[in-house]
């Protein structure tokens, strides 16, 4: 009976229910917001791979191109003098067709492409 009138005055003080916090907004988002960004980050590795092709066909001897290559050599974070032999031993092997895919294989390495 004790329990009872102890319940009895629990619900019947003027305890008020603690509400639940609203949920954050910047948290929600809408469909077309999660399809915009699927699209944003399907493009990225889309172009990334894009990218990635187009680097490895520049460094065959059907894709190259000698002013591109030399674009990327000296943007390239490596000496001046291991500069200075890519682009000389590139320039050299344009008149040599058997030499030309393993010089574009050297400066690719390199490079770290």
């Known amino acids: 009976m004790v329990a009872a009138i102890a319940t009895h005055l629990f619900w019947e003080s003027d305890v008020e229910p603690v509400p639940?916090?609203?949920?954050?907004?910047?948290?929600?988002?809408?469909?077309?917001?999660?399809?915009?960004?699927?699209?944003?980050?399907t493009q990225s590795v889309t172009s990334a791979a894009a990218q990635k092709a187009a680097l490895d066909a520049?460094?065959?001897?059907?894709?190259?191109?000698?002013?591109?290559?030399?674009?990327?050599?000296?943007?390239?974070?490596?000496?001046?003098?291991?500069?200075?032999?890519?682009?000389?031993?590139?320039?050299?092997?344009?008149?040599?067709p058997e030499f030309l895919p393993l010089a574009l294989e050297n400066a690719k390495d390199v490079l770290g492409y």
């Open 20 to 41: 639940f916090p609203a949920p954050h907004t910047s948290l929600l988002t809408s469909k077309d917001e999660v399809d915009a960004k699927a699209l944003t980050a």
């Open 58 to 96: 520049l460094f065959t001897p059907q894709g190259f191109d000698l002013q591109r290559v030399l674009e990327l050599i000296d943007s390239a974070d490596i000496g001046e003098r291991q500069k200075a032999a890519l682009k000389l031993t590139l320039e050299g092997s344009m008149n040599n």
